[in-house]
């Protein structure tokens, strides 16, 4: 064992899939716990505003781990990780609609791989919305990625005042620093392997 193992300690090697799946379920879990927040302190959502709300967080928390991907991985590598991470995301959502759904078309196979489809051209058309942000957030946050997001939702989701435009963004940036920690932390746990 070298000086830089003793000092460090050694990654362990895990696959790429293995990698993306387990931040995925993070990813997952983050953006369902800050859509419950938002909604305890913003004003209760229907189950399809419930769903269309994860949807719009799940597609922000999918951009944040690809900016940190392409940083870490380079375009190409970043890219076979994006497809195993949406892959990932996409399994959990199934699963999540099938087994939450109180009307039986949601359990219909048909129905939930429609849902799955939706969700992924919804991530595409996200995915170029947000990458003409230069900034995620900034210490001035209107005009930021987050700031934006954060009034995108305070106005198709609830009332527009500036205590609900604060509570959500307040959220939509402990959700961001969440994925930040994921990430890192999956880096410094696993040497990821192609």
């Excluded at 953006?31 to 305890?40: H, L, P, Q, Y």
């Excluded at 994006?82 to 699963?95: P, V």
Aim: charged share 30%; with cysteine.
């Amino acid at each position: 064992m070298g000086i830089f193992d003793k000092l460090f300690g050694r990654r362990e090697k895990t696959s790429a899939s293995d990698a993306a799946f387990e931040l995925s379920q993070s990813l997952y879990d983050l953006c369902i716990d800050t859509g419950v927040e938002i909604s305890k302190r913003c004003g209760q959502l229907t189950d399809e505003a419930q769903w269309q709300l994860l949807d719009e967080l799940l597609a922000f928390a999918y951009h944040v781990c690809d900016r940190h991907a392409f940083g870490l991985f380079g375009p190409v590598k970043r890219s076979v990780f994006m497809d195993l991470l949406l892959e990932g995301i996409r399994a959990r959502y199934a699963e999540e609609l099938k087994r939450l759904a109180k009307d039986d078309r949601f359990r219909e196979e048909n129905y939930v791989e429609a849902q799955c489809l939706n969700l992924i051209k919804f991530f595409g058309t996200r995915q170029e919305e947000y990458g003409k942000y230069s900034k995620l957030t900034d210490r001035e946050p209107v005009g930021t990625l987050c700031w934006d997001l954060s009034k995108s939702i305070a106005k198709n989701f609830f009332a527009k005042d500036i205590p609900t435009l604060t509570t959500i963004y307040m959220n939509i940036m402990v959700l961001f620093a969440s994925l930040g920690e994921a990430f890192n932390t999956l880096e410094k746990k696993f040497e990821i392997v192609f």
